[in-house]
């Protein structure tokens, strides 16, 4: 890679603007390309998939299989492995490669995300969808606003963002004096661990602090491991150098120890469980004597996302969000609605809608384009969602009321679950379940202020939650007593479904450390602000008036 080109122009980023998104009717040409790229993929499978290291594919031949979760019998892909000596290998690699990458101009490094957006909007696009259908269980739509549209506004929005932060200088200056501030990449290196469930958070962890100069070490999921390859071929193919982005899939436990030891680790950008994520931050603390700077701990957890209906709520609108928010993507978001309340007076309305609504939904794979659920991502997935299902078959304040069925025999199935409780605090209004259960709390109407508080109070997690009312009072109520309840608040929407540049995504407690995706906040986490004065006027005396007697 050769140093960088000189500065000889201020660039404007080209106009942002949320890409579109198709809809692949029956008989449209969208429909026909992605039926063509999953038959494409499902011919080629099993994929091999390499650790990818300063611009070297390694095949270490230790492997692990991705499984078609509708199909588990079927291998998508397979991966190798990295082991801690490859780990180091691309730490140095990584840190050889970015005192060079750091000193590209600005517009060069926006470039190459750029043209990775548009490659991801055209060429790729299908394939993209494909993978994610297959190895992650979506259904067109959910793929379609994840795996193209989401990974798309990233790297857009992504560019612009840092563009206005770059803008961002102090506003005075003396005379004889120019002040001007860098936003300088981190000291080290950035340890990126993304998620199955969004194609687009496996690229934007790695991107986002790249982007602003940083150089990263990505451990991909297990179960994303086709999707985040071809991301990977994608800002290959954008024209990313060698060693700023190092893929290393491989045991999630030997690969963090070998780099939480390294002096040079100077962030984490995470989106996982929140077990995880705290054991990840008591090591980072444990380590905190040998790192050259305090590390940036960057992370979005978990959630269990709340519907609060208020009696002046349109029931079917609720209804059909509540649906929307627990059920798509079979409940496999963070975001995803697990706990609804609904009044007495619009309860016997409320089911009836609901369960109707309800009976219409179609599971199966995902490559069948009538289905709306789809799998669980793999057996043990699978097997907590059948245990708290049977849990609240034998629990004397629950009640199934659609659903509290599943089926592994062929994918890992589970049908949308409602639990009606009359324990607002049971196992299931509580704890995250991250599979298509929904469990419902009957309240009196006349105690919807009380029931905000419950809501606030019931979960460590504070993601997202939403709000059902026609009666502003009501919605400004709610807006108060869950200020801290949720990092994003709906009102009159479902929990789930932000979309960037609209709005930016991340909740606080147990949930994360809030810090934005899709804004600027979360690229600030990437950066180290140095300060630089300049005085242009020599001083011929040390002294000050005051020192005069």
């Known amino acids: 890679m050769s140093q960088s ?15 579109p998104m198709k809809s692949y009717p029956p008989g449209s040409e969208d429909r026909a390309n992605l039926k063509a790229a999953l038959n494409e993929l499902k011919s080629s499978a099993p994929f091999e998939i390499p650790v990818y290291v300063n611009g070297e594919e390694i095949r270490t031949g230790r492997i692990v299989e991705q499984r078609i979760p509708s199909d588990h019998k079927t291998v998508l892909a397979k991966y190798h492995e990295a082991d801690s000596s490859i780990v180091e290998k691309a730490i140095k690699g990584a840190l050889a490669v970015k005192p060079i990458w750091e000193t590209y101009p600005f517009s060069d490094r926006s470039a190459i995300f750029l043209k990775a957006a548009d490659l991801a909007a055209g060429k790729y696009r299908y394939k ?17 606003i994840d ?13 612009k963002y840092a563009a206005e932060i770059y803008q961002q200088q102090p506003p005075k200056n003396a005379p004889g004096v120019w002040n001007r501030v860098e936003y300088r990449p981190l000291e080290g290196f950035v340890y990126a661990i993304s998620p199955f469930n969004f194609t687009a958070i496996g690229g934007n962890l790695p ?9 990263i070490l990505w451990k991909p999921s297990p179960n994303a491991a086709l999707s985040n390859w071809i991301i990977m071929e994608i800002l290959r193919e954008a024209g990313l150098p060698d060693g700023v982005i190092q893929f290393i899939p491989g045991p999630a436990q030997e690969i963090t120890d070998q780099i939480l030891k390294s002096p040079d680790f100077a962030s984490l950008h995470f989106t996982g469980s929140t077990f995880v994520f705290k054991k990840l931050w008591k090591e980072i603390g444990n380590n905190i004597d040998i790192y050259k700077s305090y590390p940036r701990i960057v992370g979005e957890t978990g959630g269990k996302n709340f519907h609060v209906i208020h009696e002046s709520a349109s029931v079917k609108n609720a209804v059909n969000q509540t649906i929307r928010g627990a059920f798509e993507y079979q409940g496999q978001k963070c ?45 043990a997935s699978f097997e907590k969602i059948k245990g708290y299902i049977e849990w609240a078959k ?27 409780t009359k324990n607002p605090k049971s196992r299931t209004m509580c704890e995250e379940i ?38 502003r009072a009501a919605i400004i109520l709610g807006e108060s007593k869950l200020r801290h309840a949720s990092g994003n608040f709906y009102i009159n929407d479902k929990s789930t479904g932000a979309i960037v540049g609209q709005q930016p995504f991340g909740g606080s407690r147990a949930s994360g ?28 005396d040390f002294s000050y008036p005051s020192n005069l007697t």
């Not at 795996?147 to 560019?159: K, P, Q, V, Y």
């Not at 109407?445 to 939403?466: F, M, R, V, W």
């Not at 450390?513 to 001083?539: C, H, Q, W």
Request: proline residues 5%; negative net charge.
């Open 207 to 215: 991107s986002a602090p790249a982007l602003m100069g940083n150089v």
């Open 128 to 144: 993209l969808l494909a993978a994610t259908m297959l190895g992650q269980g979506k259904n067109t739509w959910q793929a379609e």
């Open 147 to 159: 795996s193209a549209a989401e990974l798309i506004d990233f790297w857009r929005f992504n560019c």
């Open 434 to 471: 991250f599979g298509p259960v929904l469990t419902i709390y009957v309240y009196k109407a006349s105690e919807y202020e009380q029931i905000l508080d419950l809501a606030n109070e019931t979960s460590p997690y504070a993601l997202t939650g939403s709000i059902f009312a026609k009666d």
């Open 513 to 540: 450390t809030n810090d934005k995706a899709g804004s600027p906040a979360l690229l600030y986490r990437f950066t180290s602000m140095r300060t630089i004065k300049e005085n242009f006027v020599d001083i011929n």
């Open 394 to 420: 034998n629990d004397a304040d629950s009640q199934i009321i659609a659903g509290g069925t599943y089926d592994n025999s062929k994918g890992y199935f589970v049908n949308p679950t409602v639990i009606v």
């Open 335 to 379: 975001s995803a609605c697990s706990r609804a309340y609904v009044p007495d007076s619009l309860w016997d309305n409320f089911r009836e809608n609901l369960l109707s609504e309800l009976s219409k939904i179609k599971v199966g794979p995902m490559d069948e384009f009538g289905n709306f659920v789809g799998p669980v991502i793999h057996a």
């Open 5 to 19: 080109s000189a500065f000889l122009g201020t660039f404007k980023i080209p106009e942002i603007h949320n890409e």
